[in-house]
């Protein structure tokens, strides 16, 4: 899978993940991101950091990326294989970029 054929944004969201750099994951969303788990939203870059901290590298989450597709101009979905020690499984990521950003993460149920 080619990954340079996804916006920087969501490779350095995976990147971000697997280096356990929380820093640099935050940065990668717009100041009024929305990050929705399964329906359990999260708005902006503290709650989201927050997200972070409880479901995603707080828990040694890593992820490899399976597929993608452009659903259009700026919306992508990406299928992960997260493993750790929170969510382990395959799961789809519809993310939306803005200004080079993410400015919405949808995480949906497989």
């Known amino acids: 899978m080619d990954e340079l054929t996804l916006p920087a944004a969501i490779t350095a969201f ?3 993940t697997n280096n356990a750099d ?9 100041f009024d991101a929305v990050l929705d788990d399964w329906g359990t939203t999260y708005n902006g ?13 707080g ?3 890593h992820f490899e990326l399976e597929d993608f ?3 259009n101009a700026t919306t992508w979905t990406v299928q992960l294989s997260v493993t ?3 969510f382990n ?7 939306t970029i803005k200004d080079d950003l993410l400015a919405r993460v949808e995480i949906l149920p497989d």
């Open 69 to 71: 597709t452009q659903d």
């Open 22 to 30: 929380s820093d640099q994951f935050v940065a990668q969303f717009t």
């Open 89 to 95: 499984g395959t799961s789809p990521f519809r993310m």
């Open 45 to 57: 870059p503290t709650e989201i950091a927050k997200w972070n901290q409880t479901d995603n590298i």
């Open 59 to 61: 828990k040694q989450s």
């Open 84 to 86: 750790g020690n929170g």
């Open 14 to 16: 995976i990147t971000a």
